[in-house]
């Protein structure tokens, strides 16, 4: 058994400044352990006291009678590293630090955390600034919260990780109204060991452990989360997060519209969609998604029936439904037929969906019929019941009644009540249909469980075939042509250009290139030329020499730098502009591609994929991003409009991506706006470019 697991199921555990006031924060540990039932050895320890509760308190760790699997460290973040050396050269597997005061606090309380993680060696350490841990699993509570005064916790398998102690309280205590069952809390805070990825990792493996929650501030180290997360999604575990800081100005000051576009919060969007996580919108997703997934029901499709004994609450789960592309066709003439066999009279409404069968939920047998009939159904792929007030004077009927279906199908049941019924709606859950009090939570956990079933792992990642020697390059901002020069190197087609410095160079290339050319600047100090009027597009031999000339003038009023060099391009046209770039920041690299040209930011029709730890994209993957844009009907044909060349752009998103990848650290920026996608068969041209490179590598 590993340090964790030891965790997570000590036999002995030590409470090292324990107290013998049990109203006392530091009077809970032993307190808790004692109430939940915990059955192994518990020795506290404070040299003021002989015992605590009826067991014998020892005044010093040294004089403990034996190694404790664990300890729970109550001192001040003064003391507390004193007591976890002594903890470490004892042996002990791991110690929960719960005092706060470190690197939450600044300077000095990041040195003291240094301090505590030098203490520690190679015992592993909770926390600090942790509220500890709840194994409701094995009735092990190893914590001082005060949410753990409650007499009972709902046992069941959810896991929570989070790194604010305060908030596994709150989900705790919303659980247990929910009659939601939990299987381990665990509060990971200020990580100097141990951290989120590590419990991700032991929750795939915890066979008590069927879906895991995370409440999430930042992912201190991707790969390993990647890797646990995987892992997780690969054992059949869903994992739900809910990530805070979505209002943080994510954009970083960037020379490329990339990084404008590709923000903090959209990595974390990329990492979790990447790796299978269901990222919770809100906080009570973070409740209602997991229940749900937590029956192991399967969602095969976005059809869903809906049965109600009240039209108005019928409607309201029908338009949430609707708002986020679910189905709710009317039922088959078999099913139909079966529903109308159960009821006599005109009261029900039951050639359409909402199916408003009026008596159900006063005659069990008439619900479990229609349940059962809509449950058999071919036109459906799940079920939601709407539990009116009629179930207030005989929930354990219903719910009974309900429940007594479930074993003839494994498609998704779920319920929506109706009243204000939080014990009928925790009746509900606990005989194993997911209740809600909200119509939009009913369509959140469904969402949530058709991306777990739609989720595919990612595909081998594109190798480049050879290392490409960029030693040519200078560190820093590359001019447009240089640029470009760089692209091609890595099998990007780029638009037929030309450099000149004057206006005769300048009509000889645009006669030499044929038809219309576009004349730009040459500057690497100036990235975004079309706003100092360093762009000129539909020129000819004939005009473009007095163009060049303007163009000189006009950048030298609004920039201040008069431009020496200037590129003549041919002119590409007829073609769909797009964006492609790479963006860089703690959680990985990502590819970005959306709709580019110079209203690439404005309408910010953009996805992004990081990627893997080696190699690029794959070809699967450039497709599911080209598919996910909202533009996507432009390059297939919308509207008559002739076909692009997709398989040319794939090609070119999978080059670039293999360029970021063998680039590494050398590749600050990379981006090609706009990148035309021209008629299927003609290919792609890179029409504009930026890139930056560091000096190492």
């Not at 109430?35 to 760790?61: A, Q």
């Not at 159960?342 to 009261?347: A, E, P, R, V, W």
């Not at 690497?524 to 360093?534: A, F, L, P, Q």
Request: net charge negative.
């Amino acid at each position: 058994m590993n340090a964790i697991s030891r965790l997570l199921q000590p036999r002995s555990v030590a409470v090292i400044g324990a107290s013998a006031d049990a109203s006392k924060t530091a009077g809970r540990p032993v307190a808790y352990l004692r109430k939940h039932g915990f059955t192994g050895e518990i020795y506290p320890v404070n040299p003021r006291v002989d015992n605590i509760d009826g067991l014998r308190c020892y005044p010093d760790i040294a004089s403990l009678p034996a190694v404790p699997d664990v300890a729970i460290v109550l001192l001040g973040a003064e003391r507390a590293h004193i007591a976890v050396r002594e903890l470490a050269e004892r042996g002990t597997d791991a110690a929960i630090v719960l005092a706060s005061g470190y690197t939450e606090t600044g300077e000095a309380g990041a040195r003291r955390q240094a301090q505590l993680m030098e203490a520690a060696g190679s015992m592993r350490i909770l926390g600090p600034n942790t509220i500890g841990l709840v194994n409701l699993t094995d009735n092990i509570v190893l914590s001082a919260s005060g949410a753990l005064e409650m007499a009972h916790f709902p046992v069941g398998s959810m896991g929570v990780v989070s790194q604010s102690g305060g908030i596994l309280g709150a989900l705790l205590s919303r659980a247990a109204a929910r009659g939601i069952g939990l299987s381990k809390l665990i509060s990971t805070s200020n990580e100097v060991d141990l951290e989120l990825a590590d419990f991700v990792d032991y929750l795939a493996d915890d066979p008590a452990t069927k879906v895991i929650a995370l409440y999430v501030e930042s992912v201190r180290n991707p790969e390993k989360f990647r890797a646990a997360a995987l892992k997780a999604a690969r054992a059949g575990k869903p994992v739900v997060a809910f990530k805070i800081g979505r209002s943080e100005a994510g954009a970083q000051a960037a020379v490329s519209h990339t990084g404008a576009l590709a923000g903090a919060d959209r990595m974390y969007d990329a990492l979790f969609k990447q790796v299978g996580v269901i990222r919770a919108q809100a906080f009570s997703d973070l409740l209602d998604i997991p229940v749900a997934l937590s029956t192991g029901r399967v969602l095969r499709g976005n059809r869903v029936a809906i049965l109600t004994s009240t039209g108005g609450a019928g409607t309201l789960v029908s338009d949430s439904l609707g708002v986020s592309g679910f189905e709710t066709p009317a039922p088959d003439a078999e099913t139909a037929a079966r529903l109308r066999a159960l009821q006599t009279g005109d009261h029900a409404a039951l050639d359409r969906n909402p199916i408003d069968v009026t008596l159900a939920g006063l005659q069990p047998e008439l619900l479990r019929g229609a349940i059962r009939a809509l449950l058999d159904s071919p036109s459906y792929d799940a079920l939601t019941i709407i539990v009116g007030s009629s179930s207030l004077a005989m929930p354990e009927l219903m719910a009974g009644a309900i429940q007594d279906c479930l074993p003839g199908s494994d498609k998704p049941v779920i319920a929506f009540v109706s009243p204000h019924a939080p014990d009928v709606a925790a009746l509900l859950t606990q005989r194993g249909v997911p209740a809600f009090a909200a119509a939009e939570s009913c369509t959140v956990a469904l969402a949530g469980m058709l991306q777990t079933a739609r989720w595919k792992a990612p595909p081998t990642p594109s190798m480049a075939s050879a290392t490409v020697s960029i030693d040519d390059f200078r560190a820093g901002a590359l001019d447009e042509a240089q640029a470009k020069q760089l692209f091609a190197r890595f099998g990007l087609p780029c638009a037929r250009e030309t450099v000149v410095t004057t206006a005769a160079e300048a009509e000889s290339a645009a006669a030499a290139l044929g038809g219309r050319v576009v004349l730009k600047i040459l500057c690497s100090e100036i990235t975004h030329k079309s706003d100092v009027g360093g762009v000129a597009i539909n020129l000819t031999a004939e005009n473009i020499g007095a163009r060049l000339a303007a163009m000189t003038a006009e950048v030298q009023a609004k920039a201040n730098i008069e431009p020496k060099r200037f590129l003549v391009q041919e002119m590409v046209s007829g073609g769909t502009e797009l964006i492609l770039g790479m963006h860089r920041d703690p959680l990985g690299t990502a590819i970005l591609l959306g709709m580019g040209g110079i209203t690439a930011e404005l309408f910010k029709d953009t996805t992004l994929r990081l990627l893997p730890a080696q190699g690029g994209l794959s070809r699967e993957e450039a497709l599911e991003m080209v598919h996910e844009l909202k533009t996507w009907p432009l390059l297939d044909g919308f509207r008559g409009r002739p076909k692009a060349d997709v398989e040319a752009l794939l090609s070119s998103i999978v080059a670039f991506s293999q360029m970021a990848a063998q680039l590494g650290e050398r590749l600050l920026e990379a981006e090609i706006n706009p990148i035309f996608v021209l008629h299927a068969g003609q290919g792609v041209r890179a029409a504009d470019g930026v890139v930056v490179l560091s000096g190492q590598g």
